[in-house]
């Protein structure tokens, strides 16, 4: 799900058609996720659905003030079998290997490649500003080909393949710690380096101890853009 700036927060937005295969989006004044968009987030199958086998599935969430906890939304919980699991505070960056490398670097060739393509066909804003000025930056390709840009994206990514045939999304999943490994277990040993440093060093808090709050800790999280 991708959230777009809208100053009435309508959806959809017109002219935006939200039938692009692989992708949906919803609107904000801001842009940012909201309580509102997350539960809709929840109910919107193209989205988010329940696991075709039955299993309970968990799904992690970074501390975005705009997102619930699992007593304000058990109803759009149940219905997809789910439960939600918070990473801890500042820690996002960690956890979103996919997003974050393999899917940004798709992301950014392909834009790249339309920015390229928009100076070869002099798409330029150029309409001028009533003090006579213009900003002669790229035009704005539009909300439509960001959607599909995304679902592109994830398409690549899903397709790509290690020498195993492993998915390269299932194995970033694995090695965040994510996932369970490739035998149907997990440990610490299936995941990437710096996260074992992590576990290493913190191996009391890793095992259950409670972290007491500093004002390190209290630190918000960013949300990540949907």
């Known amino acids: 799900m991708m959230i ?30 909201t309580q509102r968009l997350f539960r809709e987030y929840l109910s919107e199958r193209k989205a988010m659905r329940a ?9 992690y969430l970074d501390n975005c003030s705009g997102h619930l906890e699992a007593d304000q939304c058990q109803d759009e919980l149940n219905s997809i079998n789910a439960d939600l699991q918070f990473f801890p505070l500042n820690a996002t960056d960690l956890c979103q290997p996919a997003d974050s490398f393999i899917i940004a670097k798709i992301k950014d060739a392909r834009w790249n ?12 804003q150029n309409n001028i500003r ?22 592109d994206a994830v ?23 994510l996932s369970l490994g490739i035998d149907g277990t997990w440990s610490v040993a299936q995941l990437y380096p710096h996260l074992q440093d992590v576990v290493a060093k913190h191996r009391a808090h890793f095992e259950g101890e409670p972290v007491t709050s500093t004002p390190d800790t209290q630190k918000s999280s960013t949300a990540p853009g949907e």
């Open 4 to 33: 777009f700036m809208n100053a009435e927060g309508k959806h959809p937005i017109r002219g935006v058609p939200d039938d692009t295969p692989g992708v949906c989006y919803r609107s904000s004044k801001k842009g940012w996720m």
């Open 51 to 59: 696991d075709p086998h039955g299993r309970n599935k968990t799904i």
């Open 113 to 124: 490649a339309k920015k390229l393509s928009l100076i070869k066909e002099n798409c330029w």
């Open 130 to 151: 009533m003090d006579g000025s213009w900003s002669g930056k790229l035009q704005n390709p539009g909300k439509t080909f960001f959607l599909q840009l995304a679902a």
């Open 155 to 177: 398409r690549d990514v899903n397709h790509q393949k290690d020498k195993n045939g492993m998915s390269y999304a299932r194995k970033a999943m694995i090695r965040c710690g």
